[in-house]
């Protein structure tokens, strides 16, 4: 193995997630995730939930966070929850085939993607993209993860996420517009995907506000639950 590099400033640490039942972590490469992925989803926002081309941004890595605290960020007053279903990957590749895109998938948990829903409407707007409202700091609470190999590919399942005891999301997996074979597929055909990617999967109906002190209590059935304090 070749030396690594010295560098000319202190490198930055790597981005790993927690691995349910283990003391090995996950490294992460790259944060995909799906827009408009649950046609109540693409109703309540405004948008024909027909099957059309998927949608897909970016977050950072670092911007994925564990420790179950989510820090309400500055020069926002309208922060949006929205909980996924969250894909890591253990292999990747361009133009992958249906029948090999599950082979590519290591794990599962849950996460939220929260959204600067008023930088995003100002954005939209302004035929901006969308880094600001997506991609800040500590944006996307994860749980540990679960190997595929403990619980297979969860094809259907409730999502939920509640906010002080009181349910606001609720849903199934089998709602998705794109399943989990399409989405591996149609994402490698814009990116080289590789080990180490996250795909977090989309969002069903009931997105809504948050406020310092909540607390968001979420999970997919069958895959994991994640607890996380506004702060």
């Known amino acids: 193995m070749a030396a690594l590099p010295v560098t000319v400033i202190p490198a930055p640490l790597p981005v790993t997630l927690p691995v349910a039942g283990s003391d090995a972590a996950f490294p992460v490469r790259r944060v995909y995730c799906v827009g408009r992925n649950y046609a109540d989803h693409a109703i309540e926002m405004g948008h024909d939930p027909l099957r059309e081309p998927p949608f897909f941004f ?3 890595p670092d911007n994925l966070v564990t420790d179950g605290h989510f820090p309400y960020p500055p020069l926002s007053s309208n922060v949006h929850f929205e909980v996924e279903l969250v894909m890591a990957l253990q292999a990747g590749g361009k133009d992958i085939a249906a029948e090999q895109a599950l082979d590519c998938v290591w794990g599962y948990g849950v ?4 959204t600067r829903r008023d930088l995003q409407d100002g954005l939209k707007k302004a035929g901006r993209s969308w880094e600001a409202a997506k991609a800040f700091e500590a944006s996307a609470p994860v749980s540990a993860l679960v190997p595929a190999a403990m619980i297979g590919h969860p094809q259907q399942g409730a999502i939920w996420l509640d ?69």
Request: aromatic share 4%; with cysteine.
């Open 58 to 60: 970016q977050k950072n």
């Open 111 to 114: 996460g939220i993607d929260f």
């Open 163 to 231: 906010v002080n005891g009181a349910r606001k999301q609720s849903g199934d997996l089998k709602q998705m517009i794109w399943k989990l074979p399409e989405i591996v597929v149609e994402l490698s055909k814009l990116f080289t995907l590789a080990p180490g990617d996250i795909i977090m999967t989309g969002t069903p109906a009931g997105v809504g506000p948050i406020q310092r002190g909540d607390i968001l209590s979420c999970g997919v059935e069958g895959v994991a639950t994640l607890d996380v304090r506004v702060v």
